[in-house]
C-alpha cells in the first residue's frame, strides 16, 4: 500500500483552498456551534466499542446523548430486529438535460476550516485533539480529511478512507456536527469540476452515505439537507442514490415522503446501467485504478457491507419537519414537470423520484394525469410501470383526491399485454390500498361502462377486482345496480343487458349468492328513503334475483343438466353446486321479501305474491323474459327447469308458512299451504344420494303447517259467554297438510319422522301406507281383527261426535249474525271444517288424499325413504308388531324395490323376506306353468337374483369379514325363534331360512368343505338335510357368541318338533355344542332331553323302532348317551352338600347313592330317561353306553338306592312301567335286575305284556317256576283266567321260550275239559284285564308290518298265481290294508318333511320288481290286473312316493322300468281293457312329463328305458320333448357320453321325429359339459353314432346287403353327415382318433363300406388346408402305424389328392400333344412302400373272390404309384426289392401271388427303368397259368419280344 509522503500533510491550523467553486446561493444552518460542541463534547466522552459489538455501543451511546439536543444529540430509538438488506437498484445508463443544472442553490459549501492533516496520522490527531477536549480541531481534522476525499474522488487514498471508517466504527458522534455534515454532504453532490465521460467512481459518495448513516443512527431528526442531496441525486446521476451500499441511509431518507414502495419483485428495472456489485460508473474499471487498488475496493465493499439489522435501523426521520420536506419536494417536483420542454424527453429519473414520493397525494394526482402518456412511451414504459405501481399502492387515504385518482387512473386506456398485465397487478394493489377503493373502483368502472367514453378494459378491470374480493365485490356491484335501479329513468333493461356481459366477460366468476345478498341489503341513503318509484325498485330488484339465478347455469351446468336428464351422471358436482346457489338465494330472497320488502314499501298484494312466486321460480315462464328475450327461446325452457328443480332450505320453507301465518303480509294461508306443497313436493321429486334437498331440523314445522290449517271465526262475532268454540280446521287445508308433512318426514326420518312416529298417529297411519304400499282403512299392520274393529268404531264416534260439535258452532255464529237456525241441511261448514286434533286417534283420510299419498309414494318412494331409516327403525317396529304367522307381501314389494341397497333394511326385514319367499316357492309348486308369460318369467327371474342378492347380503352379515356379534345374533335369533313354534309350517320356513343362509356360506369355504369338521363327519353324511346345523353352524366366524342362544332354542323346540329326522339333528347338535361350562346350563339341558325321552314316546319308539332302525338312529343314540354320560359323571363328582337345585325345584329331585360311596342330585326324569337309552341296546362301537350301564346297574353289585330331597325317604328308582321296559330290552344285565323282588302279580302282569323278547320272555317264565315252588297259594289267586294264561304259555313255547313247565302244570290242573268254562271264567276276569284284552285284540285287527315280512310272500298272497276259487277275497282285505297302511304312514312321514324313512316303499318296490323278472311274471300281472281293487290303491301309493321323493333317482327308475314291463303284458291284444292298465298308462305318460324338472340325466335314464322295451311312440316323444325343454330352460347337462350315445342310437332306431331338435339343443348345451366329457363334443358324439353304424351293420346279415346300412340309420345317415359337415368342414381336424375311423377304418371280415363314406372322403379332398391333407397323407403311409386302414378308401384319397381341382387352377385346359407328366404327389421310399402294401391288401381282399379281379385292381392302382415314385430309378428299385423280398416271404400264398402280378405290371409299365428282369419272375413258374391279366404273356415270349438273352431255369 503506497503511502503518502509526510510532505504532504498540512498543519492543522492551515486553511486549505477550496477545491471547487462553491455553488451559489444562500446557506442554509442547521443548529448553532455552540449545540453541535456539546454534542461533540457528549460524543468525545465516549469509550470507543468494539466493532463486534455494535447494538452494546448503540445502547452506551444512546445513555450517553441522551441529555442535552442537538443534531446528534437526541435520545435514541432502540432498534428492530432487523433482515438482510435488499439487493441494490439500478442506476439509469443516460445523462439528462436537467443534470448539468445546479440543482439546488440553498446548499453550500462548508464554513468549516480544513485542517489537512497526512492519512497515516489521522487517527492520531483525532485522539490527540479528544484528549485535549478540543472539539474544534477535530471537527477541522475531519473537514480536511473530506477535502482530501473530494480531491481525489476518482483514486481516493486508501488509508484515508479506511482511517474514517474505523473513526466511524468506535466514535460515530465526532461526525455529528454541522461542518463535518456539511463537508459531507458536499461529498455527495456532483462535482461539476470533474468532467467525466463516465460518471466517476462512487466510492467517495458511498463512503459519505456510511458516515453520515454511522453518525445518525441512533438519531430520530435528521437534517433537512441530506433530502436535498438526495432530490439532487434522484434527478441527476443517481451515483448513491441507486447504490446498494447506501440502501439504508437513502431508505432512511424516503421515511420522509411516507412513501409505500413496492417491493422488488414489482419494480421493473430490467435495463438499469450499474450492476449491483460494480462501484465504478462502467462495466470496466476506471482505467486510472491499479489492479492493487480495485482489489482494494472490493475489501471496501466486504467492509461496508451492511449489517443484518439494517431492518432495524429504519425509522421515520423527519416527522418533526414534514411539513416543510413536503413544500420543498412538490417545489422541485412541479418546477421539473411544468418546464417547458417536450413530454416525451423527461428524465427517467424524475419518473423514479415521483415513484419515490408518492407517499404525498398531490404527487398522485400530478403523476396520475401523464401517466397513460408516460406509459405509451417506450423510453419510459418501465419507470412509468413502476410509477403507476406506486400511485395505485399509495392511494390509501380514501379523499376526494384519491377519488379523482382513481377515477383517471380507471380512464388509462392501455392495448398491449405486457402492460394490461401490469394494469391489473396494479388494480390489485390498489384494491389492497384502502378498503372503500373497492366499492369506488367498480363504481366508476360501471359508470365508466354506461359512459359514452367507455374503457374498453372495463371487463378485464371488473374481473380483476371479482378474483381479488370474492366476498365483498359481488356486493359493492350490487349496490351500483341498486343505485342504478333508483333513479327516474328505467335502467331494468340496460341493468340487464350490463349484468349478462359482466357475467360473460368475467367468466362466470363470481359469487352469484353474495351478489344476490348484495341487491338485497336495505340502504339507510338518503336517496333510497326518497326514492320516487319503490315498487318498481322492489319489483325490478326481484326480477334481477331471477336472472343472476339463470346466469348462473353455466355451460358445465347445462352440459351436467342435460346428461341428468338423459340419466347419465357426469360432471354431478358441478350440478349440485349450482342447485344448492340456488337453494341459498332462494332463502335469502324469502327472507328479503319477509324482512326489508315491508320496511320499503307497501307493495300490492298481487306484486308481492307475483315477486314471491317470481323469485321461487313458480311464476309463469314469460315474466322471466318478457323485458329482453333473455333467456333464448331454445334455452328457456331447459333453465327455467334447471332453476325450479333444486332443494328448498329449511328456512326458506318456514319463511313462507310464517308468511301465510302473518296478517300483515298479503299472503293468505291457503295460498301459503299450496305454495309450500308445491315447493315440497318439487323439491322431493330432484332427490338423489349425493344432494340433501329437503332437509329440515326444527320440529316446529309441524305445528306451522297444521297453524295454516286453523279455522279463525269472524272477529266480529260475539259467541255466548263461557261458550269454548272447538278447535276448528278448514278440511281441504287440513288434508293437504298431512301429505305435505308424510313427504318432509319421509327426507327427515330421525327428527319429524321421529316425532311424527310418536305423537302424531294420523301422519303414523300415512307413513306406515306408504312403507307397506297398503292404502286401507285401518292399515294393514293393524293385525288383530279386534283392534281394527275398534277402530272403525271409534272413527264413527268422532264423526259423528265432530258433526255435532261443527252445528252447534255454525248456530252460535248464526245467532250473532243472520239469525238462522242451522240443520245438517242448511250447514256450510259442515262440508269445509273438520276437527283439528293432531295428536288425537288417526281419522279415515278422503278417497281422493289416498289416492294422492300413492301417486306420491310412486312418484317420491317415501315408503322407501322410511323403511331405510334405521335410527329410528320404523320397518323393524312394524315387523316386530305383525305376527310371524301374518303374511306381509309389501315387504317382498320392498326388498324386491331396494334397487340393491339390502344394507339400510334391517336384518329381520331381509330375514322375513327371506322366509316369505321360500314360503312362496314351496306353495307354488315346483310344476312350471306351461302358458306362463314372458313378463312372469321375466319377473321370477329378477325376484330369484333379487332372492340371491339377498341371500348373499345375510350370508355377509353372518361370514363376511364385517360380520360382528350384534348382526349374527339378530339374523340367528330370528330363525330359531321360529324353530319351536307351534305350527309346521313356520317351522319348517324357518329351517330352510336357516339352511339357506348357512349352507352356501359353507361350500364358499372351500377349505372347510374339503376337510370337514372331525367331531361331526359321521353324522353329516348320516343327517345330509341338516348340514347347516351340524356342520355350517359350528363354522361361523362369531358361533361363540351364539352358542349359548342357539342351545336353548333347539332345546325347546325338541319339544315342539314333530319331525323325527328333524330331532334327530337338533340331539345330535347339542350332543356336540351345547354349552354346559355352568352346571345350570348342564342341568337345563339334560332335563330337557330327559323331557323328550319319557314323554314323547311316540317320537322314540320311532326314532329307535326295530323295524326303521338305521345308522341315524344309531347316531341319536350315540349323541344322547353322550349328553347323559357327560351330565352323571359331572354329578357324581360333586360334593355331598353342594347345592345343586334349588328349592323350588327340589320336588322332583332325588338323592341318588352308589355302594361305592359317590353321590348324585338329579332329576327322577333324567334317571329314567337314562334307563330308557339304555333298554335301547348299545350302538355300534361307544363306550358310553357300558359306561352308563356299569353306573347304574354294576355287575354282581346292588343297585344305587335314592331318596327324596325334600322328605328323604326312599324313593322307588324302578317303577313297574319302566321295568317292562327294561325287561322288554335285549340287555341281560337290565332284564335280570329288573327281575329281581318282583311280587307275583307283577310276574303275571309281565308275562302277559307284548313285545318281551324270547329270552327274558324265558326268564320270566323261570321265575313263574319258582314262584309256584315258593307260593303257590298266592299265585293261584293272582290268576284270573287260567285256560288264557295256560294258552299263553304255550304261545311263548312255541316261540321258543324254555321254562315254565311248572306254572303250566299248575294252570292246566285245575282246568276243566269244556271249552265253554274257559269262555265264562275270561267273561269274569277283572275289569283292568279285559280292557287290556280288548285293547290287544284291536291293534291285533290291523297288522302291522315289520322289516321282517317277506313282502315279496305277502304280494303273492294278495295276487296267487293260480288262485283257488273256494279262495275268499275278504282272507286278502286285512293283508292289503296292512300294506296299505304301511305304506301310507311313510308317506306321511315323507309329506310332513322327513325325508328318513323306514323303506318299506322301496322293498315293496324292489320285491314286485324282482317278481316281474321272473318267469311267473306274466302270470302275476295278470293277477293284478283282475284284481285290480287291490293293485291300483297299492300302484297308486308307489307312484305317490316316487313323486314325494324325486331326489331317489334308484326308485324313480326302478318304478319306470316295473311301469314299462308290466304295461308290456297288459298291452297284449288279448288282454282286456282294465283300470290298471289306464293308470299304469296315465302313470307313465305324467313321470315322463314331469320328470324335466328334476334333471337332464334322468330323462336320459328314462328315455333309455323306454327305448329298450320298445314303448308306444307317444310315451318315447313325450320324454324326448321334456328333454328338449330342460335343455332349452338352462338346466346343465350333466350326462355321461355313453347314456346319450345310447338314446340317440334308439332314437335313430325307432325314427324319432324329434332327433334333430335333440341334437340341435344337445350341441348348444354341451359346451359346458365337455370339459368334464370330452367325448360330449358335438363332433365327437356324431362320430361315433355313424362308427357304430359302421360297426354294427354286418350283424344284421338277414337283411339285404345293398340296405345294410339304411336299415339301422335310415335317413338319419345324411342327417349325421350333414351335422359333421356343419361342425367340422374339414371333417378329420376335430376329433382326429374318431374321424380316423370313421374315414379309413377296416374290418377284414368283409364288411361293406358305409355308403356315406365316399362323400366324407370328398369333403376332405375339397375343403381341407393344405395342412390337414398333408397329416393325412401321411398317417396313411406312416410305417410304423398302430391301426391298419380300409386300403380301398386310403387309396382313393391318395388318387382324389392328385387330382384336387384347387392344383389345377389356372392351367391351360388344352392338353398340349407332347405334354410332360407333372408329378404332385412326391414320396419318399418308406413312403412308396407303404402305398405297395395298400395296394396289396386291397389286391388279396379281391383274390378271394377271383384272381382276375385281383389282377385288374392291381392294374387300376398302377398308375397312382408309378405317379407317386415321379421316376425315381432308386425309389423303384427299393420298391421292387421290397416286392421281390415278399414274393420270397409269401411263396405261392394269395399275398406271393399279388407280389408278383405288381411286379410284372411294374415290370411291363418301365421296362427302361428295370434294366434286367427281376430274378423271382424268372424263376417262378410263370406269371399266370390260367391268367386273366389283358397283357397275359410268360416269361419266355417276353424275353423272346424284348431281344433278351434265355438263362437256364436254373440259373
Not at 120 to 126: C, D, K, R, S, W
Not at 388 to 408: A, Q
Not at 1721 to 1741: G, P, Q
Amino acid at each position: 500500500m503506497n503511502r503518502p509522503k509526510a510532505a504532504a500533510v498540512r498543519r492543522p491550523g492551515a486553511v486549505p483552498k477550496p477545491s471547487a467553486h462553491p455553488p451559489p446561493g444562500d446557506f442554509i444552518a442547521l443548529g448553532s456551534k455552540g449545540q453541535g460542541g456539546e454534542g461533540k463534547a457528549a460524543g468525545s466522552l465516549l469509550k470507543p466499542a468494539p466493532a463486534g459489538l455494535p447494538s452494546e455501543r448503540k445502547r452506551d451511546a444512546a445513555a450517553a446523548l441522551a441529555g442535552p439536543p442537538g443534531l446528534g444529540g437526541l435520545a435514541k430509538r432502540p432498534k428492530l430486529a432487523s433482515t438482510p438488506p435488499l439487493s441494490a437498484l439500478g442506476r439509469l445508463a443516460e445523462a439528462a438535460v436537467a443534470e448539468k443544472r445546479a440543482i439546488s442553490p440553498s446548499i453550500k459549501e462548508p464554513s468549516v476550516i480544513p485542517i489537512e492533516v497526512g492519512p497515516t496520522v489521522l487517527l492520531e490527531e483525532i485522539e490527540a485533539a479528544e484528549a485535549e477536549g478540543n472539539d474544534d480541531r477535530i471537527e477541522g481534522v475531519l473537514c480536511g480529511a473530506v477535502k482530501q476525499l473530494k480531491m481525489n474522488r476518482a483514486k481516493p487514498d486508501t488509508t484515508l478512507y479506511l482511517s474514517l471508517m474505523y473513526l466511524a466504527k468506535i466514535k460515530p458522534n465526532i461526525f455529528a456536527t454541522e461542518g463535518v455534515i456539511e463537508a459531507l454532504c458536499s461529498l455527495l453532490r456532483r462535482d461539476a469540476s470533474i468532467n467525466f465521460k463516465a460518471k466517476g467512481n462512487s466510492l467517495v459518495s458511498v463512503l459519505a452515505c456510511n458516515l453520515l448513516m454511522a453518525a445518525y443512527e441512533e438519531d430520530e431528526n435528521w437534517p433537512e439537507i441530506f433530502v436535498k442531496v438526495y432530490i439532487e441525486d434522484s434527478l441527476g446521476e443517481r451515483i448513491w442514490v441507486d447504490s446498494p451500499h447506501c440502501k439504508t441511509f437513502v431508505d432512511n431518507i424516503q421515511t420522509a415522503f411516507n412513501t409505500k414502495m413496492p417491493p422488488k419483485s414489482m419494480l421493473l428495472h430490467g435495463e438499469v446501467g450499474r450492476s449491483s456489485g460494480d462501484l465504478s460508473a462502467g462495466s470496466s474499471p476506471h482505467p486510472s485504478m491499479t489492479e492493487e487498488e480495485d482489489s482494494q475496493s472490493e475489501l471496501l465493499i466486504a467492509e461496508e457491507k451492511m449489517s443484518p439489522e439494517q431492518e432495524g435501523q429504519l425509522m421515520p426521520r423527519y416527522d418533526d419537519l414534514a411539513e416543510s420536506v413536503e413544500e420543498y419536494v412538490l417545489d422541485m417536483l412541479r418546477d421539473q414537470l411544468n418546464r417547458r420542454q417536450p413530454m416525451d424527453n423527461v428524465s427517467r429519473n424524475l419518473l423514479r423520484l415521483l415513484t419515490a414520493t408518492c407517499g404525498y397525494k398531490e404527487v398522485r394526482q400530478m403523476a396520475v394525469q401523464r401517466l397513460e402518456m408516460w406509459l405509451q412511451n417506450p423510453k419510459l414504459t418501465k419507470p412509468a410501470q413502476d410509477l403507476l405501481m406506486s400511485v395505485c399502492m399509495n392511494c390509501n387515504t380514501h379523499s376526494s383526491e384519491d377519488m379523482e385518482v382513481i377515477s383517471n387512473l380507471i380512464k388509462i386506456r392501455l392495448k398491449p399485454k405486457v402492460l394490461l398485465n401490469h394494469y391489473m397487478l396494479c388494480v390489485r394493489e390498489l384494491l389492497n390500498a384502502h378498503r372503500d377503493n373497492l366499492g369506488t373502483t367498480i363504481k366508476f368502472v360501471i359508470f365508466n361502462e354506461l359512459s359514452n367514453a367507455r374503457n374498453p378494459n372495463n371487463m378485464q378491470i371488473l374481473y380483476t377486482v371479482l378474483q381479488h374480493s370474492s366476498e365483498q365485490a359481488p356486493k359493492y356491484l350490487a349496490m351500483v345496480f341498486q343505485d342504478l335501479l333508483t333513479t327516474k329513468d328505467d335502467y331494468l333493461r340496460a341493468s340487464r343487458a350490463l349484468l349478462r356481459e359482466i357475467i360473460k366477460q368475467t367468466k362466470h366468476e363470481i359469487n352469484f349468492q353474495a351478489f344476490c345478498l348484495g341487491l338485497m341489503q336495505e340502504r339507510k341513503e338518503a336517496q333510497y328513503a326518497e326514492m320516487e318509484f319503490k315498487e318498481r325498485f322492489v319489483i325490478h330488484i326481484t326480477d334481477l334475483l331471477a336472472v343472476s339465478m339463470m346466469l348462473g347455469i353455466t355451460a358445465q351446468v347445462k352440459e351436467a343438466g342435460i346428461a341428468w336428464d338423459k340419466g347419465e351422471k357426469k360432471n354431478l358436482e358441478v350440478l349440485r353446486s349450482f342447485q344448492n346457489q340456488i337453494a341459498a338465494i332462494q332463502r335469502d330472497a324469502v327472507w328479503w321479501l319477509h324482512t326489508v320488502v315491508p320496511s320499503i314499501s307497501k307493495l300490492a298484494p298481487k306484486d308481492y305474491v307475483h315477486c314471491l312466486h317470481k323469485v321461487l321460480f313458480t311464476e309463469q315462464p314469460e315474466t322471466y323474459y318478457k323485458w329482453d328475450n333473455w333467456p333464448p327461446e331454445s334455452d328457456r325452457n331447459f333453465f327455467l327447469r334447471l332453476c325450479s328443480e333444486v332443494p328448498i332450505l329449511e328456512d326458506t320453507l318456514m319463511r313462507i308458512l310464517v308468511i301465510g301465518l302473518s296478517r300483515d303480509l298479503p299472503l293468505g294461508p291457503a295460498d301459503a299451504m299450496e305454495l309450500a306443497d308445491h315447493l315440497v313436493k318439487r323439491a322431493a321429486a330432484v332427490q338423489a344420494d349425493d344432494v340433501e334437498v329437503l332437509r329440515v331440523e326444527r320440529i316446529q314445522l309441524i305445528d306451522a303447517v297444521l297453524n295454516l290449517c286453523t279455522y279463525h271465526h269472524p272477529e266480529n262475532i260475539q259467541l255466548p259467554p263461557g261458550y269454548q268454540p272447538p278447535n276448528l280446521a278448514i278440511s281441504t287445508l287440513y288434508w293437504k297438510a298431512w301429505p305435505l308433512l308424510l313427504v318432509v318426514a319421509a327426507f327427515n326420518p330421525e327428527n319429524i319422522g321421529l316425532a311424527a312416529w310418536e305423537e302424531y298417529p294420523s301422519l303414523k297411519m300415512l307413513m306406515e301406507m306408504v312403507m307397506t304400499n297398503n292404502y286401507s282403512y285401518p292399515q294393514c299392520t293393524l293385525t288383530d281383527e279386534e283392534t281394527r274393529t275398534e277402530m272403525i268404531n271409534r272413527e264413527l264416534q268422532i264423526s259423528q261426535r265432530e258433526k255435532q260439535e261443527i252445528l252447534a258452532f255454525e248456530g252460535h255464529l248464526a245467532a250473532a249474525s243472520t239469525k238462522q237456525t242451522i240443520t245438517e241441511s242448511s250447514s256450510l261448514l259442515l262440508s269445509q271444517l273438520t276437527s283439528l286434533d293432531p295428536q288425537g286417534p288417526p281419522r279415515r283420510p278422503p278417497p281422493h288424499v289416498l289416492e294422492q299419498v300413492k301417486s306420491l309414494n310412486q312418484s317420491l318412494r317415501l315408503g322407501h325413504l322410511l323403511c331405510r331409516s334405521r335410527h329410528p327403525d320404523f320397518l323393524l317396529n312394524i315387523i316386530q308388531r305383525q305376527a310371524s304367522s301374518q303374511s306381509m307381501p309389501w315387504l317382498a314389494d320392498l326388498v324386491q324395490s331396494s334397487e340393491g341397497s339390502l344394507d339400510v333394511l334391517p336384518v329381520q326385514c331381509l330375514c322375513e323376506f327371506l322366509l316369505h319367499d321360500a314360503a312362496d316357492e314351496s306353495t307354488s309348486g315346483e310344476e312350471e306353468e306351461e302358458g306362463e308369460s314372458k313378463e312372469q318369467r321375466a319377473k321370477k327371474r329378477q325376484r330369484q337374483q333379487k332372492q340371491r342378492q339377498l341371500l348373499g347380503r345375510l350370508q355377509d352379515l353372518l361370514l363376511g369379514p364385517k360380520a360382528d356379534e350384534q348382526t349374527t345374533c339378530e339374523v340367528l335369533d330370528y330363525f330359531l325363534r321360529r324353530l319351536s313354534s307351534s305350527q309346521v309350517a313356520s317351522r319348517v320356513l324357518a329351517m330352510k331360512g336357516l339352511s339357506l343362509v348357512l349352507s352356501e356360506g359353507g361350500l364358499r369355504d372351500g377349505e372347510e368343505k374339503d376337510h370337514p369338521m372331525e367331531e361331526d363327519s359321521g353324522d353329516s353324511e348320516l343327517l345330509q338335510g341338516y348340514q347347516w346345523l351340524l356342520r355350517d353352524l359350528p363354522r361361523l366366524p362369531l358361533f361363540d357368541s351364539v352358542r349359548a342362544t342357539t342351545a336353548l332354542a333347539l332345546q325347546q323346540a325338541i319339544h315342539m318338533e314333530t319331525d323325527p329326522q328333524t330331532i334327530s339333528a337338533y340331539l345330535v347338535y347339542l350332543s356336540q355344542h351345547a354349552p354346559v361350562e355352568e352346571q345350570g346350563q348342564h342341568n337345563d339341558l339334560a332335563l330337557d332331553v330327559a323331557r323328550l325321552i319319557v314323554e314323547r314316546s311316540t317320537i322314540m319308539s320311532h326314532l329307535f323302532s326295530k323295524l326303521s332302525y338305521c345308522a341315524e338312529s344309531d347316531a341319536v343314540l350315540v349323541a344322547l348317551l353322550s349328553i347323559f354320560s357327560r351330565y352323571i359323571k359331572r354329578m357324581r363328582q360333586s360334593k355331598e352338600g353342594e347345592e345343586v337345585y334349588s328349592w323350588s325345584e327340589s320336588q322332583d329331585q332325588v338323592f341318588l347313592r352308589w355302594t361305592s360311596g359317590e353321590t348324585a342330585t338329579m332329576h327322577i326324569l333324567v334317571v329314567h330317561a337314562m334307563v330308557i337309552l339304555l333298554t335301547l341296546g348299545p350302538p355300534q362301537g361307544d363306550g358310553d353306553f357300558y359306561t352308563l350301564l356299569d353306573i347304574w346297574f354294576p355287575e354282581k353289585k346292588p343297585l344305587p338306592t335314592a331318596f327324596l330331597v325334600d322328605t328323604s325317604e326312599e324313593a322307588l328308582l324302578l317303577p313297574d312301567w319302566l321295568k317292562l321296559r327294561m325287561i322288554r330290552s335285549e340287555v341281560p344285565r337290565l332284564v335280570d335286575a329288573a327281575l329281581q323282588d318282583l311280587e307275583p302279580q307283577q310276574l303275571l302282569l309281565f308275562v302277559q305284556s307284548f313285545g318281551i323278547p324270547v329270552s327274558s320272555m324265558s326268564k320270566l317264565l323261570q321265575y313263574l317256576d319258582q314262584a309256584v315252588s315258593h307260593d303257590p297259594q298266592t299265585l293261584e289267586q293272582n290268576i284270573m283266567d287260567k285256560n288264557y294264561m295256560a294258552h299263553l304259555v304255550e304261545v311263548q313255547h312255541e316261540r321258543g321260550a324254555t321254562g315254565g313247565q311248572t306254572f303250566h302244570s299248575l294252570l292246566t290242573a285245575s282246568l276243566p275239559a269244556r271249552r265253554d268254562s274257559a269262555e265264562t271264567a275270561r267273561s269274569k276276569s277283572s275289569p283292568e284285564n279285559n280292557q287290556g284284552q280288548s285293547r290287544i285284540r284291536t291293534l291285533s285287527q290291523v297288522r302291522v308290518l315289520g322289516p321282517e315280512d317277506d313282502l315279496a310272500g305277502i304280494f303273492l298272497q294278495l295276487f296267487p298265481l293260480n288262485p283257488d276259487p273256494r279262495w275268499q277275497n275278504s282272507n286278502l282285505r286285512p293283508l292289503a290294508l296292512a300294506l296299505q297302511q304301511a305304506l301310507g304312514q311313510e308317506l306321511a312321514r315323507i309329506r310332513q318333511g322327513n325325508t328318513q324313512v323306514t323303506g318299506i316303499t322301496a322293498r315293496l318296490l324292489q320285491a314286485v320288481a324282482a317278481l316281474i323278472n321272473s318267469p311267473h311274471s306274466g302270470a302275476l300281472v295278470m293277477a293284478m290286473h283282475r284284481n285290480h281293487f287291490i293293485s291300483c290303491p297299492l300302484m297308486r301309493q308307489l307312484y305317490q312316493y316316487q313323486r314325494c321323493m324325486p331326489q331317489d333317482t334308484a326308485f324313480s327308475s326302478l318304478f319306470f322300468k316295473v311301469l314299462m314291463q308290466m304295461l308290456q303284458w297288459l298291452e297284449n291284444p288279448a288282454v282286456e281293457d282294465g283300470p290298471l292298465r289306464a293308470q299304469l298308462k296315465a302313470f307313465a305318460v305324467q313321470y315322463s312329463s314331469r320328470h324335466r324338472i328334476s334333471d337332464v340325466r334322468g330323462g336320459f335314464l328314462h328315455l333309455t328305458e323306454a327305448l329298450t322295451f320298445r314303448r308306444d311312440p307317444d310315451l318315447i316323444s313325450s320324454t324326448v320333448r321334456a328333454i328338449i325343454a330342460t335343455l332349452k330352460s338352462g338346466e346343465k347337462c350333466n350326462v355321461e357320453p355313453e347314456l346319450i350315445s345310447k338314446a340317440l342310437q334308439g332314437l335313430i332306431e325307432t325314427h324319432s321325429p324329434y332327433l334333430e331338435e335333440l341334437l340341435t339343443v344337445l350341441f348348444s348345451a354341451t359346451v359346458e359339459t365337455t370339459a368334464r366329457f370330452p367325448a360330449m363334443k358335438p363332433i365327437a358324439v356324431v362320430s361315433s353314432l355313424l362308427l357304430q353304424d359302421k360297426e354294427e351293420t354286418p350283424v344284421k346279415k338277414e337283411l339285404d346287403s345293398c340296405s345294410t346300412e339304411a336299415a339301422w340309420l335310415g335317413p338319419s345317415s345324411g342327417l349325421l353327415n350333414d351335422w359333421l359337415e356343419m361342425l367340422d368342414p374339414e371333417v378329420i381336424s376335430s376329433c382326429p382318433d374318431l374321424q380316423q375311423k370313421l374315414l379309413f377304418s377296416w374290418n377284414k371280415a368283409g364288411s361293406q363300406v358305409p355308403s356315406f363314406r365316399p362323400y366324407l372322403l370328398a369333403l376332405l379332398t375339397h375343403q381341407s388346408s393344405w395342412t390337414t391333407l398333408h397329416q393325412c397323407i401321411r398317417l396313411l403311409l406312416c410305417r410304423n402305424r398302430e391301426q391298419r386302414f380300409d386300403p380301398t378308401a386310403s387309396l382313393d384319397f391318395l388318387w382324389a389328392c392328385i387330382h384336387i381341382p384347387r392344383i389345377w387352377q389356372g392351367r391351360d385346359q388344352r392338353t398340349p400333344q407332347k405334354r410332360r407328366e407333372e408329378f404332385v404327389l412326391h414320396l419318399k421310399a418308406s413312403e412308396l412302400i407303404s402305398m405297395v402294401e395298400l395296394i396289396l391288401a386291397e389286391a388279396e381282399t379281391r383274390y378271394q373272390n377271383t384272381e382276375e379281379a385281383s389282377c385288374t385292381l392291381i392294374q387300376s392302382r398302377l398308375p397312382l404309384l408309378l405317379s407317386c415314385s415321379h421316376g425315381d430309378l432308386e425309389s423303384i428299385k427299393k420298391v421292387t426289392e421290397y416286392l421281390t423280398s415278399c414274393i420270397q416271404q409269401w411263396g405261392s400264398s394269395s399275398v406271393g401271388k399279388c407280389c408278383q402280378d405288381l411286379l410284372l405290371q411294374m415290370y411291363l409299365q418301365l421296362p427302361e427303368q428295370l434294366v434286367s428282369m427281376p430274378e423271382v419272375l424268372l424263376s417262378s413258374e410263370g406269371a399266370r397259368d390260367s391268367s386273366t391279366c389283358k397283357t397275359p404273356v410268360t416269361p419266355s415270349r417276353l424275353k423272346a419280344a424284348c431281344g433278351m438273352p434265355t438263362w437256364p431255369a436254373g440259373s
